[in-house]
């Protein structure tokens, strides 16, 4: 609830006076309260669909069905072959919208999509007396608990559960096999027995039910993807491809994604930011085996109550481990990240172990504090992997990254921050460039946007006809970060080449040896503390792990995890692409302008937007908070208050060690942005008193470190 003060889609709970006002027909024993959502509905998807249909001739669209596609073919200059029975059409791209058959047409063009059908049941009742005496229509319930919804159907009933994973089934066979030729409106056979401890919840909640008759028992396939949420866009890998598929929840999304897709393919860019349904967010290690194994959980899971930080376990670990993977296991609480396991915090004797989830703090909060605390005053290592790494080499390498990024093109042997804009001037990625070679260039971005980064680049390439080569690197190279005051001190023991701050300045990236392993190292760190990153094959992980945590016993060297990152990198005022920045934002309301060249002579990619943009003036501005709370600390998603009204949202949070108190970022009317402006921060349904603040709350080691120079006395 603390989103929905912000979200446009109107929802707010209720009484349980109100929700028997609304719904009559409940037992009202065990309600407490309800979620209302008055925009609510149903409607009849098969009306829907010839409505869509008729439009879409009204404004020139020519419809040929039932037509089935043959194969696929890709030409050279990017259009497309469609061949059907009726002939060949010829497309510029081609949208995959083909429902249970999505599986099949990718296969056409070798990709496969992790899509499954699930068997779905709903049950229709007779005419119910009770029902039919009602004035007004009754609104669709969903019954967390019971694990079902249910709405008025004429003058009877509507209810379709969702069993347990153990009791759920999926046509699997379809994976294989394919859908069998001329499936269409037929349906499975159904199975009461499944589905009957839901059916007697929902008897309990609704006594009418108790009475009626069972007229139609529907049993039919919805496509499921791992998560359940739908996979919506342009695909990396095929130029031109595009899909929507893996709709889990049917034609009630036809509207919002048919504009989003249209506004996109027209626009050049997503009209708004939805990375979440990205297609690109799974990859060759989205398996079969993984795929039926998270669809079973996603089903199951399909009314549970969500948490913070939430993990799910099934179809885990996938076959993209990182070469630590089997020596931490044990020894951490792991976090999944596009299929990476990732170290999120470690275990001591005398913690709590294991996942607990909770909406407050919970067994990880005081470790998290502790490995905080290791990297401040000692030194720590932590697994990087799950980063996104592409190699771009060519004659026009330096070119088309100039045209890519907004920031300058870093010089050999230096990296920078860098942003790709959008037509729109919004932030499409951030990724640390280096320059290695000449023209040679290692870009890397966070394990969630790796295809997502990829595919514009490649985009890019294709359209701008540069005379570059690019090779994802992903999974066969590893990354170490070390990190903290001593952090030099231990990697000195181990190389020849001098690690001084005079001769390996901060933002500098060269190839030297570690204990005879070969790494590029990159002075950089997002915990904002004295470190590197390093890059190495993915098999010497182990021995450079073991090397450098030998090299730091003197020290007191030890593990952290991304927990503990982000509650540094927050402290340092660092932003996170996907929470402060992302398709909804421009730079320079993010924060960004120091990355933003906006005088370059290179016309980069939404240059000219935000020269209209900066001419405009700002309307928010992201701003830095403080927060007075007890046990409880902010995600990102939650509203935030002033004078009783809702005036924004946080992007991310943590607890900051070092102030002892929540910190978050959140966007706010630029009036408002001002340090010193006292707003409130909705959390669990209570608003807690917020400041806006100078940022950062801990200056970096690099800042801190140029102060010194200077003769100040840098306050930490």
Same mark, same amino acid.
């Given at each position: 609830?603390?989103?929905? =003060?912000?979200?446009?889609?109107?929802?707010?709970?209720?009484?349980?006076?109100?929700?028997?006002?609304? @719904?009559?027909?409940?037992?009202? *024993?065990?309600?407490?309260? =309800?979620?209302?959502?008055? !925009?609510? =509905?149903?409607?009849?998807?098969?009306?829907l669909t010839m409505a869509l249909a008729a439009g879409a001739r009204k404004y020139g669209a020519q419809l040929n069905y039932p037509v089935q596609v043959t194969n696929l073919n890709s030409r050279s200059d990017g259009t497309w072959e469609v061949k059907t029975p009726l002939g060949i059409i010829q497309a510029k791209r081609i949208v995959n919208t083909a429902g249970f058959w999505a599986r099949d047409i990718g296969k056409m063009i070798g990709l496969q999509h992790p899509l499954i059908p699930v068997h779905h049941q709903y049950v229709v009742t007779s005419t119910i007396p009770e029902v039919k005496a009602l004035k007004t229509e009754l609104p669709v319930i969903r019954d967390l608990e019971g694990s079902y919804y249910l709405r008025q159907e004429r003058d009877g009933l509507l209810f379709g559960p969702y069993e347990s994973e153990e009791k759920m089934k999926l046509q699997d066979s379809w994976i294989t096999n394919g859908v069998p030729p001329g499936f269409g409106k037929e349906l499975f056979e159904s199975d009461l027995d499944r589905i009957m401890e839901h059916i007697e919840a929902a008897m309990e909640m609704v006594p009418a039910l108790k009475k009626a008759d069972i007229v139609n028992t529907i #049993?039919?396939?919805?496509?499921?993807?791992?998560?359940?949420?739908?996979?919506v866009g342009p695909h990396q890998g095929v130029r031109n491809y595009w899909v929507a598929i893996g709709f889990g929840y049917g034609i009630i999304h036809a509207g919002g994604i048919g504009k989003y897709l249209s506004d996109w393919i027209l626009e050049g860019e997503p009209p708004f930011d939805l990375i979440e349904l990205d297609p690109n967010r799974y990859g060759k290690w989205t398996t079969i085996?993984?795929?039926?194994?998270?669809?079973?959980?996603?089903?199951? @899971?399909?009314?549970?109550? !969500?948490?913070?930080k939430e993990e799910r376990f099934a179809g885990r670990p996938t076959e993209r481990t990182s070469g630590l993977y089997d020596l931490l296991k044990s020894k951490c609480s792991m976090g999944f990240h596009a299929g990476w396991e990732q170290p999120h915090w470690f275990y001591k004797p005398g913690d709590e172990t294991g996942y607990k989830p909770s909406f407050r703090r919970t067994n990880w909060f005081d470790p998290v504090g502790r490995e905080y605390k290791q990297v401040m005053e000692k030194v720590g290592v932590i697994d990087l992997s799950p980063f996104g790494k592409f190699k771009v080499k060519g004659t026009d390498s330096v070119k088309l990254l100039d045209h890519l990024f907004a920031n300058v093109v870093p010089k050999v042997g230096s990296t920078n921050i860098s942003h790709m804009l959008t037509p729109r001037g919004k932030v499409y990625a951030e990724l640390t460039v280096s320059q290695l070679y000449p023209r040679e260039f290692m870009l890397v971005t966070g394990s969630?946007?790796?295809?997502?980064?990829?595919?514009?680049?490649? *985009? +890019?390439?294709?359209?701008?006809?540069? %005379?570059?080569?690019?090779?994802?690197?992903?999974?066969?190279?590893?990354?170490?970060?070390? #990190?903290?005051?001593?952090?030099?001190?231990?990697?000195? +023991?181990?190389?020849?080449?001098?690690?001084?701050? !005079?001769?390996? +300045? @901060?933002?500098?990236?060269?190839?030297? %040896?570690?204990?005879?392993?070969?790494?590029?190292?990159?002075?950089?760190?997002?915990?904002?503390?004295?470190?590197?990153?390093?890059?190495?094959? %993915?098999?010497?992980?182990?021995?450079?792990y073991g090397a450098i945590m030998e090299?730091?016993?003197?020290?007191?060297?030890?593990?952290?995890?991304?927990?503990?990152?982000?509650?540094?990198?927050?402290? %340092? !005022?660092?932003?996170?692409?996907?929470?402060?920045?992302?398709?909804?934002?421009?730079?320079?309301?993010?924060?960004?302008e120091y990355f933003v060249k906006i005088n370059k002579p290179a016309d980069f990619t939404g240059k000219q937007a935000l020269k209209q943009i900066k001419e405009n003036g700002l309307k928010r501005r992201l701003v830095y908070l403080i927060l007075e709370t007890d046990n409880v600390d902010p995600e990102g998603n939650e509203s935030v208050w002033h004078n009783g009204k809702v005036i924004g949202n946080t992007t991310s949070g943590s607890f900051s060690y070092s102030a002892q108190q929540s910190l978050a970022f959140a966007y706010v009317p630029t009036e408002l942005s001002k340090v010193g402006q006292k707003l409130e921060v909705e959390l669990l349904g209570k608003n807690y008193p917020a400041t806006v603040i100078q940022e950062p709350l801990v200056l970096t080691e690099p800042t801190r470190m140029r102060l010194q120079r200077k003769g100040e006395s840098p306050q930490i």
């Open positions: 609830m603390t989103r929905a =003060g912000w979200h446009p889609t109107e929802q707010y709970l209720i009484t349980p006076e109100k929700v028997q006002e609304l @719904f009559p027909l409940l037992n009202m *024993d065990t309600v407490l309260a =309800g979620l209302y959502n008055p !925009g609510d =509905g149903h409607i009849d998807p098969y009306s #049993a039919g396939p919805i496509t499921y993807s791992p998560d359940i949420l739908p996979m085996e993984y795929t039926a194994a998270k669809a079973r959980e996603s089903y199951g @899971f399909n009314n549970i109550v !969500g948490y913070p969630g946007s790796e295809l997502h980064d990829l595919r514009w680049i490649e *985009d +890019k390439v294709m359209t701008g006809g540069y %005379k570059v080569e690019i090779e994802n690197m992903t999974d066969e190279v590893g990354v170490l970060g070390v #990190a903290g005051p001593y952090a030099r001190q231990v990697l000195q +023991k181990l190389t020849n080449e001098d690690l001084s701050d !005079g001769s390996f +300045k @901060f933002l500098q990236s060269r190839h030297l %040896k570690l204990s005879d392993i070969a790494v590029t190292a990159i002075r950089i760190s997002y915990t904002g503390e004295l470190g590197w990153e390093l890059y190495h094959r %993915k098999e010497d992980s182990v021995a450079l090299a730091g016993q003197k020290e007191g060297i030890d593990n952290f995890g991304t927990y503990a990152l982000n509650a540094l990198r927050l402290e %340092k !005022g660092f932003r996170a692409w996907g929470a402060e920045m992302n398709c909804d934002t421009n730079p320079l309301e993010a924060g960004l």
